[in-house]
């Protein structure tokens, strides 16, 4: 989600979200190989990162430039993509109504892809949220007549 997010700042090019991106596969990486040894998408992340990696110097810019707001065609993207991501595991486990929040089990990937969407749509809200207060902090109250 968090790369989702950042793929605004990576199309800008700026410096702090390169790094963000950066620091984001190398942790992804490393907590799929403690996780379960699930190397396959260790991999994946790893060459996504060595990607990113030679290319630091084509990201110059330290901040956004200020006529360039975050364009609310991103988060309709992301929506889109979570909520085909979210009815995908609908799908895949049309027995959710068996499975409780709180039940933590090894093979138990119904509760937890419940567990994940909650903290999915909460990171995503509180972007959105950021997002707005940021937007609304430069402007003045409005004064009522």
């Known amino acids: 989600m968090l790369l ?6 990576l199309q800008l090019r700026l ?3 390169w790094g ?17 040894l ?25 901040s956004a430039p200020a006529t360039q707001g975050y364009a609310t065609g991103w988060f309709v993207i992301i929506a889109v993509v979570l ?7 609908l799908f895949s486990y049309k027995h959710l109504d068996d499975a409780q929040w709180g039940h933590f089990a090894l093979y138990d990937n119904a509760a937890r892809f419940l567990r994940a ?6 990171v995503l809200l ?9 937007a609304m902090r430069g402007r003045r109250p409005a004064v009522l007549d």
């Open 117 to 122: 969407s909650a903290g999915v749509a909460l």
């Open 38 to 62: 699930a190397w396959e998408e260790a991999i994946a992340l790893t060459l996504f990162l060595l990607v990113l990696l030679p290319a630091r110097r084509e990201f110059r810019r330290s």
């Open 15 to 17: 410096r702090r979200a």
């Open 83 to 89: 909520g085909t991501a979210f009815w995908l595991g």
């Open 126 to 134: 509180g972007a959105v949220a950021c997002r707005l207060w940021g």
């Open 4 to 9: 989702l997010l950042s793929a605004f700042g």
């Open 20 to 36: 963000f991106a950066a620091a984001l596969l190398c942790a992804g990486a490393i907590s799929l190989i403690l996780k379960g």
